[in-house]
């Protein structure tokens, strides 16, 4: 399988700030990487498809002004959770898809959101 | 709409015994088939990818899949402790680079 790393793992803020989330494929070049989010007791969604050197495709309901990513190279998609609230309180999870693989996903740790 | 639909449970097994899991997917296009396992608070690791109708073994792990009833299914062999996670049926509609639709998982427990 792929190698995918998140930083942080953990982040606190206060409401209002931004956050801004890593997610790195340690051992290949990952031209599409996808966003997720997982509320409590609840499935994955997802969020976006990252692809490296244009615009992300956002999900219906999913706003882009505010979840900004950006795919600056092959092996890494950052998420921008911008002007954070209490309700974007989620754990993030990033994957890559490697072209070796047939579509299979491979997932991050993710990242744990808690807006106070 | 896609639709990925499994029962929460929690299933409930004893050490040793077979542990069924099943799905159901709305999508007809729907061409790939997986089954993550999600331990509490952790991110999904994946168990096993299907694609063609008919069986898929790997270990104490077997995939089914009936594309004509929609319906893919998991079953563990050998039930261990271990095996206690939220399972989650995922599908992608296949053609490439697509993100999955996930099903809101089964808890599984295994009972010692």
């Known amino acids: 399988g792929a190698v995918v790393s998140q930083h942080p793992s953990w982040v606190i803020c206060k409401s209002g700030t931004s956050v801004k989330i890593e997610c790195r494929s340690l051992?290949?070049?990952?031209?599409?990487m996808f966003w997720y989010r997982q509320f409590p007791k609840q499935s994955l969604m997802l969020m976006a498809t990252?692809?490296?050197?244009?615009?992300?495709?956002?999900e219906q309901g999913v706003e882009k002004d505010k979840f900004l990513i950006n795919h600056a190279s092959l092996t890494l998609s950052t998420l921008t959770v911008t002007s954070a609230h209490p309700e974007d309180s989620s754990f993030y999870i990033c994957?890559?898809?490697?072209?070796?693989?047939?579509?299979?996903?491979?997932f991050g740790p993710g990242t744990r959101l808690l807006v106070l | 709409q896609k639709e990925v639909e499994q029962n929460s449970g929690p299933l409930s097994v004893p050490e040793g015994a077979i542990a069924s899991l099943n799905c159901t997917y709305s999508?007809?296009?729907?061409?790939?088939f997986f089954w993550y396992r999600q331990y509490s608070g952790k991110s999904p690791e994946l168990i096993m990818s299907i694609y063609s109708n008919g069986d898929k073994e790997d270990g104490r792990f077997t995939a089914q899949l009936n594309k004509a009833s929609q319906y893919v299914s998991l079953l563990i062999r050998d039930s261990q402790p271990s095996d206690s996670a939220t399972y989650l049926c995922?599908?992608?509609?296949?053609?490439?680079?697509?993100?999955?639709?996930f099903g809101k998982g089964t808890h599984l427990i295994i009972q010692p």
């Open positions: 999508d007809r296009g729907s061409q790939s």
């Open positions: 990252s692809n490296e050197g244009s615009k992300a495709t956002y």
């Open positions: 051992d290949f070049q990952a031209t599409t």
């Open positions: 995922a599908v992608n509609l296949g053609g490439g680079a697509d993100g999955l639709t």
């Open positions: 994957s890559v898809a490697p072209h070796w693989t047939k579509e299979t996903q491979y």
